[in-house]
């Protein structure tokens, strides 16, 4: 098919430049880790979003507004101020800012383990930074359940944090990181009762884990495959290619059960080579499976294997067609990000799919 022939509402056309293209301007920056870094953290009408600093970029802002040249696009942008917890340090001297970080204007976002066991460069996958920020020093490599505790109370205290996201690499337990999420999760809700918490992890090789997550305290769970197509994550998740499709299927399917439907996501990165419509089938299969599939443009960031090699970001109006389609299917089967009250689908920062309705 010829995405270029496709009609695509022209508001998410503008979101899917700008997650790509990025904008020309000075706001909340954070340093590498595991998701898209090296973005500003702002708010387009009010909604979460996180956009590369480009000085190449066509959109500037101006008096609140995003322009295109001369051109009001009709989106106001508000950059997210620093928070006031990245003022406070630990008792053993570790800055609050290194053991967990603001994404948007009110998720609290940290990895507890900042170590993968598919690091290695024959197995890392090849959009992934996520020792890149230990080795900098901005983070430590483990995150304690004291620390984590200490740093939310003070978030929610301070800035007004409403949810927080739990991630970690891979661990070489069965568990594959779920027991120092649960373990966090744990001490969270003991200093901050009722903050919704996702968590998010590889498909334990102990589905019982996935109960132990729920009963911790965790509202919602990721299980991210990133891709589909056995072709793409051979080639781009040489590691995590190695549990096969039907790990993920079960733990889907047992995260529902335990969590619920639409409390359970899964990132469908767009840019890998995967045949657009194809992604877009395999969304569809999730979403009947009440899998949240969180459709992201990959981008090359600096210290991915994929940067180093020249890998391009996708074309805009590829991003723009598949996430139309998986917003619209998405507003059939009345699932919206929001509802799974935390997590990335919740926040929404690193998507176009909120201006799609999803």
Known sequence: MSVGTQAVDVRIMTRAELALHGIRTDTLRRPDGAGPSGDDHVLIDGANAALPTNPASPYGVRDGRVWLGEQDTGLGLKPVRRPRFYDLTTADG????????LHGADVLATTVV?????????????????????????TVA?????????????????????Q????????????????????????VLAAVPGLPIQVQCEPPGDLAWIR?????????????????DEQVRRRWMPG?????????????????????????????LVGLGEDPDELIAGAGRLIDRGVYPFVVPFRPMRGTLA????????????????????????????????????????????????????
């Open 164 to 187: 927080m996201v739990l991630t970690t690499g891979t661990t070489t337990g069965a568990d594959r990181g779920a027991r120092a999420l649960a373990r966090s999760v744990r001490a």
């Open 212 to 228: 132990e997550l729920r009963t911790a305290g965790a509202t919602a769970i990721g299980i991210h495959v990133e891709s589909l």
């Open 307 to 358: 940067s180093r090699d020249g890998a391009a970001a996708p074309d805009a109006r590829l991003l723009g067609y598949v996430t139309a389609a998986v917003g619209a299917m998405l507003r059939a089967a009345g699932m919206a990000g929001a509802d799974q009250k935390a997590g990335c689908a919740a926040c929404g920062a690193c998507s176009v799919l909120p201006a799609a309705g999803g």
């Open 240 to 268: 995590k290619s190695t549990v096969p499709i039907g790990e993920y299927e079960a733990a889907w399917d047992e995260a529902v059960r335990v969590f619920g439907r639409n409390r359970v996501s899964t990132y469908l």
């Open 142 to 162: 483990a995150k304690t359940p004291a620390q984590l505790a200490e740093v939310a109370e003070a978030a929610v205290r301070l800035d007004g944090v409403k």
């Open 94 to 101: 570790l800055r609050y800012e290194q053991i967990a970080r």
């Open 114 to 138: 900042q170590t993968c066991i598919r690091y290695a460069e024959a197995d890392r996958c090849r959009f992934c930074t996520i020792e890149e920020s230990l080795r900098s020093g901005a």
